[in-house]
């Protein structure tokens, strides 16, 4: 089952080196344990657009948004047997965050893939 | 949270975990069946334990502690080798009291330990079936009941399998070694062949069947990403994995609603998952650039690649689909092959070509009741418009078909190439676009 993770923060500023580098290593313990198939951290939403669809009219809008409340920091794909090894995969990742990065409050939100075909 | 919810959270926490345990517990032990024995009583004492106290903060951590205690207490009872071990024991004892944290754990490079953990799992000693229960045990943490629920099996009949293979590999002095040089690229070949059979085991379940057993793909999968990420240097690690990923990507496409399966050709190719695509021809890719390019599994990823990076079924490079082929035939010797072959040179140069390949094949011994021999000569032969031959071959290929579905399906051929043989109709068969492989 393909599951992604959404880490979403209200948190602005760069998270400390420690738990970068913790974070590289667990992400490289599960590239190599073939459970993690993708991963990205995502630019600030300041530099971000949106494009919305608002009364039925399409309008662009560029960063900051001054409404966003928590803000996409980054995603990863995986491949996991089931929603169980997926919490218990973001356990392990947002424990890394409870350790590391006093202070810090976010959400890991974990979503399976909608299946394709019939 | 009910009693079952926690087991199964458990259980996930313990898949995560469980490849750094035995690997670890190996290495103190030199002995790979007994670590993994020992690792199976972390689980049980964390089944027992954490329904009441709820999973720790640093599930790892406890686990590698239980089972770390349960090596040592193993060492003191043997008392192997006497002092020098009680040495060992009493440095580990003292490791135990300070519980490494979890970014610590994240440190331990498990690679070696995790490449002799799968070769002993996987080893030509061990018959293919006992390889992979040990394999998907061993290296991707399925319970027992779980492996015999995916292979449609007793649970005892596993169970058995696997203490016996484990007893193989003790008194055969196989518990702990790894190969090296010549060696490893042999041992290698049972490694992948075990990953192939998990994963054909999985790709042939039929849709409503217990989900364990289509899981069998990923759990292939993930052993062969496991493997081209400890053994990188191995272009047939690669070649398996792109051929597997690419099989994988037609999964949604295979089955129509009704659960019949859909021919390749007929797919429609919108449900093919560009995701894994990429992820497939990116390890064929690096399966060439290791030189590997003609290598089994390799050769097989080249063909299905083709068809995947096929836009249409008509845009289909045939004639390179017949080159691979024939470099694939001329590396292993096999009717089957050969028979795919023929199949790729019709649609690369016309039927005949093709039909000269399957003329061969017919005096071939092995393929005398292979129902998809005659069904590919029918269909060539009503091809090239030579109906009355194409209807024998196809009631021979019916009378060998094994399936109802398959006999039926020949049998309509059968009687649609008997009502070609009226003069215009088979005018029209002839040029009719063929397209029914």
Redesign the interface.
């Known amino acids: ?1 393909k599951f992604m993770f959404i880490v979403k923060s209200a948190h602005v500023g760069p998270p400390p080196p ?1 738990l970068m ?2 974070v590289h ?2 992400a490289d ?1 599960e ?5 993690m ?2 991963n990205g951290g995502l630019m600030p939403l300041a530099t971000g657009a949106q494009v919305r669809i608002i009364d039925g009219r399409l309008s662009v809008l560029d960063g900051p948004f001054v409404e966003a409340k928590e803000v996409i920091g980054g995603y990863a794909v995986f ?1 996991l ?2 929603k ?2 997926a ?3 973001a ?2 990742f947002m ?2 965050h409870k ?2 990065f006093p202070g810090w409050e976010g959400t890991c939100e974990l979503r399976a893939f909608a ?4 | 949270m009910t009693a079952a919810d926690a087991h199964r959270a458990i259980l996930a926490v313990w898949r995560i975990e469980q490849p750094r345990l035995i690997t670890s517990l190996a290495r103190m032990l030199r002995d790979v069946p007994l670590a993994e024995e020992l690792t199976q009583d972390a689980l049980v004492a964390a089944l027992e334990r954490w329904p009441a106290t709820g999973v720790p903060e640093r599930p790892g951590a406890w686990l590698m502690a239980t089972a770390k205690h349960r090596a040592v207490d193993h060492l003191r009872r043997r008392r192997m080798l006497e002092r020098k071990h009680e040495m060992i024991a009493a440095e580990m004892d003292e490791e135990q009291l300070t519980m490494p944290g979890l970014d610590g754990a994240l440190d331990d490079d498990i690679g070696d330990e995790l490449l002799r953990l799968i070769f002993t799992a996987c080893h030509p000693l061990l018959s293919s079936d006992a390889r992979a229960a040990l394999a998907l045990r061993m290296i991707c943490g399925l319970t027992t009941e779980e492996i015999a629920r995916a292979f449609l099996q007793p649970e005892a009949t596993i169970a058995q399998r696997i203490v016996r293979a484990k007893r193989t590999l003790s008194e055969s002095g196989l518990a702990y070694e790894t190969p090296h040089g010549a060696g490893l690229s042999e041992r290698l070949s049972s490694v992948l062949e075990v990953v192939y059979l998990i994963f054909n085991e999985g790709y042939t379940a039929a849709c409503g069947e217990d989900w364990l057993r289509p899981q069998l793909c990923n759990e292939a999968l993930r052993m062969a990403r496991v493997l081209t990420s400890i053994a990188p240097q191995e272009p047939e690690a690669h070649g398996l994995l792109a051929l597997m990923e690419l099989n994988a990507s037609r999964t949604a496409a295979r089955i129509d609603a009704a659960g019949e399966p859909i021919l390749m050709l007929d797919q429609n190719r919108a449900l093919w998952d560009q995701f894994q695509i990429r992820r497939g021809v990116q390890a064929l890719e690096r399966a060439r650039k290791l030189g590997g390019a003609g290598g089994f599994y390799a050769l097989q990823a080249a063909i299905i690649a083709c068809h995947a990076e096929a836009g249409t079924a008509a845009a289909t490079d045939w004639p390179r689909i017949a080159g691979f082929y024939a470099e694939l035939a001329a590396a292993v010797r096999s009717p089957i092959i050969e028979l795919n072959r023929a199949v790729a040179v019709s649609m690369a140069e016309g039927p005949a070509a093709g039909l000269a390949i399957v003329d061969h094949l017919m005096r071939e011994p092995a393929l005398e009741t292979y129902h998809l021999l005659p069904s590919v000569r029918g269909d060539l032969l009503h091809r090239l418009g030579r109906h009355q031959e194409a209807r024998t071959a196809f009631e021979a290929a019916a009378a060998l078909a094994g399936n109802r579905r398959e006999h039926d399906m020949l049998k309509r051929r059968a009687a649609e190439a008997a009502a070609a043989m009226s003069p215009i109709r088979s005018a029209a068969m002839a040029v009719r676009k063929s397209s029914d492989f």
């Open positions: 089952m420690q580098e913790a290593k667990l313990r590239i190599k344990a073939g459970r198939l993708d491949e047997q089931g169980e090894e919490l218990a995969s356990t392990e424990q890394l350790d590391l299946p394709m075909g019939p």
